[in-house]
Structures are given as structure tokens and as C-alpha cells.
């Protein structure tokens, strides 16, 4: 018995104008990858006459113009290399992520670790409509969070401790939203203006702003394309795990009641995105949540 040929229906095989020729698109969680897995790229290219290696804009490494008959030999070389066939279908494709605070001044959050995790977990699966997830460790949002279907987004609440501010105005200099003023000697936070991205805690020569501490804005229901639009608030979590559950949550929500042949910014009214975001705040422990606000 012929064993069945599947690996043409993976997502992350692309068809090109020529239907002889596919792109092979790779999963490289958050766009992070070794020396030894970018040699084994440049292998696997030379050895199937791929012209050239493409960056994509979701931090993934796609090999063009591959001929259809090769498509299990190099699936199985890719694999072997740690760089697998990737996702780009109407399921969860490449976690995109910000290099978060091992490397970004910036950052809040260590976002390439949830990237993984989220990958780990999630990575792949068959859903309805296509779920684009990127997390940006600040609220600068150089992954665009907000425009993907689910984003996260890392920030911190500064602190005042009233008395011992020396109004040197640091704060207000390095303050890109105009929020702060020094009234009477002191700095003033407006907080209709603070984005919480924590940038007043780290200027502080006196060390005296401090953070509430981390915590998570996710947003649903974002997307690029030629008519973008700006994701919707869900909830704000105050820890890495509670951001893990509350993202399968939204997976298991939109699996059960997303329709195909639409993006999932189109369905957000008919999925009764307002009861969802009600009802996620009973599913999670009221411990985790962090009311918007100061």
C-alpha cells in the first residue's frame, strides 16, 4: 500500500504562480535562531537549488522556488536542522516578538520566553480563521500587536511616593506622551496621557519612581492588510502564566465559534466579543487581574 503524500497540505508549503515550484515557509518561534540552524538553512538552500533565503515579516526564513517533488526531503531536513516546515494557513502561525528585556532598554517583560511557550503550546493548530499572535515587551509595539488577532503588550504602572520627588524634571524630558509636569516642586503624572511604558521609572536619577510591577495588555481582533484595524482591549494580567491562559482561552473561543472565509477583526460583533470579555474576567482569578487605570 502507497503510504499517502500530506506534506503538500501543510500550511507552510506555499503554492507559487508556477504550480511546479513551492516556497517553503519555516517555524522559527519569535525569529530567534542559532548559528548552527542558519548553516543548516544555507545547506538545505544550496542543496535544492533555492536561489536565495527570504525574511518574512512574522520573523520566519522561507526557501523559494523548490520543486514539488522534493517537498518530504526537505520537510525531513528542515526538521533535523530545528527549523521545521512553518504555518501560514487558517491556523496559528509564527509567534512574532520583540527581544524583551534581555536585550531591549525598553522593555517590560521578558517576551521571547512567552513567545516560546505560546509557540510550544499552540503553534499550528487548525482554527477557522488565520490567528496571527505578536508580543511587544513595551508599549512602543515594534511587532504591532495591536494589529494582529491576538497581541500582547508589556507594561508597568510607575509610583509616586509622595514627599521625595526633587523636581530635577528628568522625567518630563524623557516622557514622549507629555504626561508629566512639575507643579510646586514636584513631577505630576497625568494619567489620561501615561501609557504605562515605564520609561519615568528608568530615568529617575534618584531612583525614585518606582513600578507597580509588570503586567499584560491583550488586545483581540487586530489585522494589517489593505484595510487594518486597531485590535480591541480584552483584559490586563499581571503574570506570564495568567497571559498563557487567557490567550488559549481566546483560542478555545474563537475554535468553537469563528467562521471560515473571515478574518476574525470582521467577526467580532457576531462572536459577541463584549460578552467574551466579560465572561473572561470570571474564568480568571482575580489575583491576576489588573484593573486599567491609576
Known amino acids: 500500500m502507497v503510504k499517502e503524500n500530506t506534506i503538500h497540505m501543510k500550511g507552510g508549503v506555499?503554492?507559487?504562480r508556477d504550480p511546479e515550484f513551492c516556497t517553503i515557509r519555516t517555524r522559527i518561534p519569535a525569529g530567534v535562531i542559532t548559528s548552527d540552524m542558519l548553516r543548516g538553512i544555507a545547506g538545505i538552500a544550496e542543496k535544492y537549488q533555492?536561489?536565495?533565503?527570504?525574511?518574512?515579516?512574522?520573523?520566519t526564513l522561507e526557501l523559494p522556488h523548490i520543486h514539488h517533488g522534493y517537498l518530504d526531503e526537505i520537510s525531513r531536513d528542515l526538521s533535523e536542522t530545528g527549523t521545521p516546515v512553518g504555518s501560514e494557513r487558517d491556523e496559528i502561525v509564527n509567534i512574532t516578538?520583540?527581544?524583551?528585556?534581555?536585550?531591549?532598554?525598553?522593555?517590560?517583560?521578558?517576551?521571547?520566553?512567552?513567545?516560546?511557550e505560546i509557540d510550544r503550546r499552540l503553534f499550528g493548530k487548525e482554527m477557522p480563521v488565520k490567528i496571527r499572535i505578536a508580543i511587544s515587551a513595551c508599549p512602543n509595539g515594534c511587532t504591532s500587536p495591536?494589529?494582529?488577532e491576538i497581541g500582547i503588550i508589556?507594561?508597568?504602572?510607575?509610583?509616586?511616593?509622595?514627599?521625595?520627588?526633587?523636581g530635577c524634571g528628568t522625567c518630563v524630558e524623557y516622557c514622549k506622551e507629555g504626561a508629566i509636569s512639575i507643579k510646586k516642586g514636584i513631577s505630576v503624572l497625568d494619567p489620561l496621557k501615561c501609557v504605562q511604558c515605564g520609561t519615568c521609572v528608568r530615568s529617575c536619577p534618584f531612583e525614585l519612581i518606582k513600578s507597580s510591577g509588570e503586567h499584560y495588555?491583550?488586545?483581540v481582533g487586530g489585522r494589517r492588510g489593505?484595510?487594518?484595524r486597531i485590535g480591541k482591549e480584552l483584559i490586563i494580567v499581571n503574570s506570564h502564566e495568567a497571559v498563557i491562559d487567557v490567550v488559549e482561552k481566546i483560542i478555545?473561543?474563537?475554535?468553537?465559534?469563528?467562521?471560515?472565509?473571515?478574518?476574525?477583526?470582521?467577526?467580532?460583533?457576531?462572536?459577541?466579543?463584549?460578552?467574551?470579555?466579560?465572561?473572561?474576567?470570571?474564568?480568571?482569578?482575580?489575583?491576576?487581574?489588573?484593573?486599567?487605570?491609576?
Open 14 to 16: 506555499i503554492t507559487e
Open 50 to 59: 533555492a536561489p536565495y533565503v527570504h525574511i518574512t515579516t512574522r520573523q
Open 97 to 116: 516578538s520583540c527581544p524583551g528585556i534581555e536585550r531591549c532598554v525598553f522593555a517590560n517583560i521578558d517576551s521571547l520566553s512567552l513567545a516560546n
Open 146 to 148: 495591536m494589529l494582529n
Open 154 to 166: 508589556g507594561r508597568i504602572q510607575p509610583i509616586r511616593t509622595p514627599g521625595v520627588c526633587t
Open 217 to 219: 495588555l491583550i488586545v
Open 226 to 228: 489593505r484595510h487594518p
Open 252 to 294: 478555545q473561543w474563537v475554535y468553537r465559534r469563528a467562521w471560515s472565509g473571515r478574518l476574525l477583526s470582521e467577526q467580532l460583533d457576531d462572536l459577541q466579543f463584549g460578552k467574551f470579555k466579560e465572561d473572561i474576567g470570571d474564568q480568571i482569578p482575580v489575583s491576576s487581574i489588573i484593573q486599567d487605570g491609576m
